[in-house]
Nanobody, 124 residues
Framework: QVHLVESGGGLVQAGGSLRLSCTAS????????MGWFRQAPGKEREFVAR????????DYADSVKGRFTGSRDNANNTAWLQMNSLKPEDTAVYYC?????????????????WGQGTQVTVSS
């Protein structure tokens, strides 16, 4: 079992940047493909990005493509989501998640382990 902890959220003005971190413990991160999701108040959890086990493949939701970049360092059991050009509609709780599949899908149900989430608030 892997335990995930996100950090790096906060309050930022529109156009600003934040870098979220996801640190794993319990098992090596290289055993898992990863996903990033977010959930705004009153809305369902939605896909943001996914990465293969090695990090060699990444995929993004259309709403964040070109602004967000996922990366990972398996040797240090850490993954990141760099978020640039933030918009008020990016405001949400952001979660990292892992799956033992080679590459997770865009549905939350594809992921077995989740962090507790970190709040990102973008002011206009």
């Amino acid at each position: 079992q892997v335990h995930l902890v996100e950090s790096g959220g906060g309050l930022v003005q529109a156009g600003g940047s934040l870098r979220l971190s996801c640190t794993a413990s319990g098992r090596t991160l290289s055993s898992y493909a990863m996903g990033w999701f977010r959930q705004a108040p009153g809305k369902e959890r939605e896909f943001v990005a996914r990465m293969s086990r090695s990090g060699g493949y990444t995929d993004y939701a259309d709403s964040v493509k070109g602004r967000f970049t996922g990366s990972r360092d398996n040797a240090n059991n850490t993954a990141w989501l760099q978020m640039n050009s933030l918009k008020p509609e990016d405001t949400a709780v952001y979660y990292c998640a892992t799956t033992s599949q080679v590459l997770g899908g865009g549905s939350p149900s594809a992921y077995a382990y989740w962090g507790q989430g970190t709040q990102v608030t973008v002011s206009s």
